[in-house]
């Protein structure tokens, strides 16, 4: 990947060098590449994953807002 | 004729409004300028529920007006000016709850039908989601086939629109305190029908006569929607049709092709245009469209439906609501076909203009010029075969006016409130902590919702476009569903490229980690359910308070016209967000009720509503707030990061 380099000032030097924005331009052929949740292929690792991902609602291992480590 | 420039933003749509004109071609642009609005409909004066009136109350003009005025400014009844508009108002949301309900009736029916093996063409794809509602609504898995559970899941998803009493389900996914906020209101829905019938019983002549508990019955049929029709609708659709993951596609009338039969889809229920996608890919009809000249079948979408396709195949968008006289007026477009909602009783007559056959599909939306050729869930793939058959052997009668402008933009869509969660943290972990952590540390300000439709009554996309790129400007990430999506998606702000020129730093940085847009499409209208569960994960996942209320967040529809987005700005307003529209605001004819709207109601719900028609000045109203809400967090100021040596690391622990 070719980086691209921007000149911008700074404090005590006239102009810096420095790398630029590194979004990569290639764009997907094929539609199915975004789609992640076939990923996930059995009915057990689909399970697993909304107890973990979606733990919030589906899972018991979680701490956040409504299940704090420690008290407010 | 006015002046065409001020109506859009949009090179395309100005181009084809001029040819629209040199066609003599009366549009939506021309009707907004012959007639104006009805300056007492618009603020909420008129009753006309009943044969005494029409009554007009409408507020002296110039002048404070005293209470023994306001005594007399009554309709025929005695109902007050009050009265008056929170009844209008609440049926706004009855009708805009309705609408998505019945979309949400829909396509439960049709799960039903397919788990029962009697849709034919259709097939549970994301098994994933199916077993979410089953764990949610206590259904059993074990090791039955995924059509007996959905069985189960269609069922309860149906009972949901007629159930009299106790909580819709979905009530369980809001964040535990808003829950008891809803419970202390009294304004937890009891069954999505019943809080629109409700409604219509309410505001029927000599009934509810007391502006708070009108408006309190509005919040009910309100969250009805939002936690019900309109979240049932997106969480089966996802079922049938699968989740949306990220994709890239291309938006505006560009998109039509000269060379091929162009067929575009209308409207918000994606039942059909499933079906419709299916059948163009056809080699039997592909065959077809080359036997009659065409090269190929393009499809694509406006509205609703056009996002819904968008979402799951990639399907590109033509345009916006304002877009949809614009398609024809190319006279590129072989067949438009609509399903419900948003569709200009005017389409058969500007397709007269040109070639275009206007297909409608349901039996609660027909049209006088149009061809009817119903949906039939139990051989939907018949009935779309038809509908491109028609389009193909309509290709050859295009006459020779035809001017597909050049515009067209690439976008990514496809950010469900899964996708986002997986993007943050894979497959491993996924989460809303990164985003929890950009919020806290302040390379994200806060988040915006911008949704809703186009209105004639301002220019076309201005709106939308300046108040996102004024929102990303100052690192607040935008989520985005419907009209005001494909706006913004025109003005090339849905790809992650836009974040290195038109976003903040901080919003930039964070975007360019994660690979996404600063602006995320999260789907049509009905899916402003997934901004809802975006909001709840970001509670849940902890640091930003304990309520939806307590989030740096907004919303906004800049743009607005239809019920719907009255019922929508409701549901988001009591599940505690502060909600900005642009264009006119319907109850100015009441102070107190406006007064109530605009900041009582936050005493209840924590959310409340803003009417700002300079897009600028409301993104600088929800920048406000969502300032606010950091500095009520203690995240409004930037905390020098000290890093531990282990000489300070024992200092810590001796304490």
Not at chain 2, 78 to 105: K, L, P, Q, W
Request: with cysteine; charged share 25%; proline share 4%.
């Amino acid at each position: 990947m070719e980086y691209k380099v921007e000149k911008k000032s700074a404090p005590g030097r006239d102009e810096v060098e420095v790398l630029g924005e590194t979004f990569e331009e290639g764009k997907p052929e094929d539609i199915e590449l975004g789609k992640w949740r076939y990923k996930l292929d059995t009915r057990e690792e689909k399970l697993k994953y909304l107890e973990n991902g979606e733990r919030y609602w589906y899972g018991k291992e979680w701490y956040g807002s409504e299940k704090r480590k420690n008290p407010a | 004729m006015a002046d065409k420039k001020a109506k859009s933003i949009d090179q395309a749509t100005i181009e084809l409004i001029e040819k629209a004109a040199k066609d003599n071609c009366n549009i939506a642009f021309d009707r907004a300028d012959e007639m104006k609005p009805c300056p007492i409909g618009s603020v909420g004066s008129c009753c006309k529920n009943c044969g005494m009136g029409p009554c007009r109350v409408p507020l002296p003009r110039g002048k404070e007006e005293t209470p023994e005025e306001q005594m007399k400014r009554r309709g025929i009844c005695g109902a007050t000016a009050e009265t008056i508009s929170a009844r209008n108002f609440v049926r706004m949301i009855a009708g805009g709850s309705a609408a998505h309900s019945d979309h949400g009736r829909g396509v439960a029916e049709l799960f039903l039908a397919v788990a029962k093996g009697e849709a034919s063409g259709y097939e549970i794809k994301d098994e994933q989601k199916l077993l979410q509602l089953a764990l949610e609504w206590g259904i059993e898995i074990g090791d039955r086939s995924n059509n007996e559970i959905a069985i189960d899941i269609g069922e309860k998803a149906l009972a949901e629109f007629g159930k009299q009493e106790g909580e819709l389900l979905f009530i369980s996914r809001a964040p535990l305190k808003r829950q008891e906020i809803w419970r202390r209101e009294g304004v937890v829905p009891r069954g999505i029908d019943r809080e629109v019938v409700e409604i219509m019983h309410r505001t029927h002549m000599g009934v509810d006569q007391d502006y708070d508990n009108l408006l309190k019955q509005g919040t009910r049929a309100a969250l009805a929607d939002g936690w019900g029709g309109s979240m049932i609708a997106t969480e089966l659709q996802d079922i049938l049709f699968g989740t949306p993951s990220p994709l890239l596609s291309q938006v505006n009338l560009g998109v039509l092709k000269k060379d091929e039969v162009n067929i575009i889809i209308h409207g918000h229920e994606p039942l059909l245009s499933e079906m419709i996608v299916a059948a163009a890919q056809d080699p039997q009809m592909l065959e077809m469209a080359k036997s009659k000249g065409a090269k190929g079948i393009n499809l694509a979408g406006i509205c609703c439906t056009a996002n819904e396709i968008l979402m799951r195949h990639g399907v590109p968008l033509a345009g916006n609501f304002l877009q949809q006289e614009l398609a024809l007026v190319t006279g590129a477009v072989d067949a438009m076909v609509v399903d419900v909602q948003c569709i200009f009783e005017s389409l058969p007559e500007v397709a007269q203009c040109y070639h275009t056959k206007i297909v409608t599909t349901s039996y609660k939306a027909k049209m006088k010029g149009a061809t009817h050729i119903e949906f039939e869930e139990h051989d939907a793939l018949t009935s779309a075969k038809e509908i491109v058959k028609l389009a193909i052997e309509n290709f050859p009668n295009r006459g020779s006016n035809i001017h597909i402008p050049e515009e067209k933009t690439d976008l990514i869509a496809g950010f469900s409130h899964e996708t986002i969660n997986y993007l943050l943290g894979g497959l491993f972990r996924a989460s809303y902590r990164p985003l929890n952590e950009n919020i806290i540390n302040g390379r994200i300000r806060g988040v915006a919702g911008v949704v809703g439709c186009n209105n004639p009554r301002a220019m076309h996309d201005e709106a939308h476009v300046a108040m996102v790129k004024e929102l990303i400007k100052n690192d607040v990430l935008v989520l985005q569903t419907g009209c005001s999506a494909m706006a913004t998606a025109k003005a090339g702000l849905l790809v992650p490229e836009a974040a290195a020129q038109y976003a903040g730093a901080g919003l930039a940085e964070v975007c360019e980690t994660v690979g996404i847009p600063p602006v995320l499409h999260m789907g049509a209208c009905v899916d402003n359910s997934r901004i809802l569960i975006a909001a709840t994960a970001a509670v849940k996942d902890g640091g930003l308070g304990d309520d939806i209320s307590d989030l740096p967040v907004a919303g906004a529809a800049p743009e607005w016209m239809s019920e719907k987005a009255i019922a929508i700005g409701q549901y988001f307003v009591t599940s505690g967000v502060f909600t900005v529209f642009g264009v006119t605001w319907p109850t100015t004819g009441s102070k107190e009720v406006t007064d109530f709207l605009f900041e009582g109601i936050e005493e209840k719900y924590g959310g409340k509503w803003a009417f700002e028609q300079d897009p600028i000045k409301a993104a600088r109203l929800m920048i406000e707030h969502i300032d606010k809400k950091r500095a009520a967090l203690g995240i409004d100021k930037a905390r020098e990061r000290v890093l531990y040596d282990m000489a300070m690391r024992r200092e810590l622990d001796e304490v």
